[in-house]
């Protein structure tokens, strides 16, 4: 189960940004390219967001698990940056599939993090 998500360095060899991803199961390193224009900026949130699904994409983890701890990942952040979760999920939304190549988020994630946010709602 999802964790945390920070920022650990830049490597100026593959020009990536790596990150630790901490699961109640496993911590690793998760490589992640800066796909980024000279003009844009991309908010670190999305970065980490996209970090998450690498991770858990390269352990295997099906499109369920993926997308729950993805919605645990996304509750962090807000907390984390004093946001709510629907303004942080269309940020996300609006910076992942833009900047991150392959990985999809408003094709694969965004619409089931979205009715988890529904069903999550109904009990509070």
Known sequence: ????IE????DLQTKSYIYKLVDTEFECEVE??????SVTIV???AAE?????????RRNYSHKDIVKNLFRCILFLCNK??????EELNC???SIDKYFKGIKFSKLYYQDLKDM????????
Request: with cysteine; net charge neutral; charged share 20%.
């Open 32 to 37: 992640l390219p800066w796909v980024v224009n």
């Open 81 to 86: 940056f004093n946001v709510s979760l629907e």
């Open 7 to 10: 920022y650990c360095q830049y």
């Open 43 to 45: 908010d670190s949130t």
């Open 49 to 57: 967001t996209a970090a998450v699904i690498v991770g858990y994409k």
């Open 117 to 124: 946010w529904d069903k999550h709602k109904a009990f509070m």
């Open 1 to 4: 189960m999802f964790k945390s």
């Open 92 to 94: 996300q939304n609006d």
